[in-house]
């Protein structure tokens, strides 16, 4: 298994404001990804961070709103820029150790006013 | 495209057995998991099937069938702490999961 952690583990934010969550694993894992739980839905996947290049998004998620760091195979960052009250979610870091396990982190809370 | 199903919401008596159905449409296949997910916190890994076929592991079970795109979770004995939200996600060709709506359990008395 792996043990994640997030920072913070919950915020509120003005609009217009920008937020960086951090994710650190205990071991190194290839497989990183970041996902949104918007309230009282399933989760949606923003997208995969690859270490050494450029995050691969999903359809309807861009660079400019939710850059993504991964300086190496334990840690990544993702920001949630010119924050809005729609942004208001629970984010999480998840990563994949092996083919048939796939671990999530404890979640950020971010309330934007 | 990717169209994940699962009932919304199911009930069930404390010590009885309940089976959540998932059925999928994806362009791709190479994973069904099964996650717990209990109210304000992330979810939790249940299971995971590639291969067709009945994983067991302890009073919780996964079930698939490839061919007909449907896969179950089987929770036995059941208890009043097993009352959560179970997500089924596919694994299509990349390695990231595409999550269903989840089924909301509640576990009576």
């Known amino acids: 298994s792996a043990v994640i952690s997030q920072k913070p583990s919950r915020d509120i934010c003005q609009r217009g404001t920008s937020l960086t969550i951090q994710c650190q694993v205990d071991?190194?894992?290839?497989?990183m990804f970041w996902y949104r739980q918007q309230p009282g839905q399933s989760l949606t996947l923003i997208a995969t961070?690859?270490?050494?290049?450029?995050?691969?998004?999903e359809s309807g998620f861009v660079i400019d709103k939710f850059p993504i760091s991964r300086p190496n195979l334990t840690f990544s960052t993702l920001t949630v820029s010119n924050m809005s009250p729609e942004d208001s979610s629970i984010y999480l870091c998840?990563?994949?150790?092996?083919?048939?396990?796939?671990?999530f982190g404890p979640g950020t809370r971010l309330l934007v006013l | 495209g990717q169209n994940i199903d699962q009932p919304t919401e199911m009930t069930a008596t404390e010590g009885a057995i309940v089976q959540i159905n998932c059925t999928y449409q994806t362009s791709g296949f190479n994973g069904l998991f099964w996650y717990q997910q209990h109210a304000g916190e992330a979810p939790t890994f249940l299971s995971y099937?590639?291969?067709?076929g009945l994983e067991e592991k302890g009073r919780f079970s996964s079930f698939l069938s490839r061919s007909k795109g449907y896969s179950y979770l089987l929770l036995k004995e059941l208890q009043m702490k097993d009352s959560a939200s179970y997500l089924c996600?596919?694994?299509?060709?990349?390695?990231?999961?595409?999550f269903g709506k989840g089924t909301s359990l509640l576990v009576t008395p």
């Open positions: 996600a596919v694994r299509d060709r990349g390695y990231a999961l595409n």
């Open positions: 998840s990563v994949q150790p092996g083919e048939e396990t796939q671990y």
């Open positions: 071991s190194q894992v290839t497989m």
């Open positions: 961070a690859n270490q050494g290049s450029e995050a691969t998004y």
């Open positions: 099937n590639v291969l067709d």
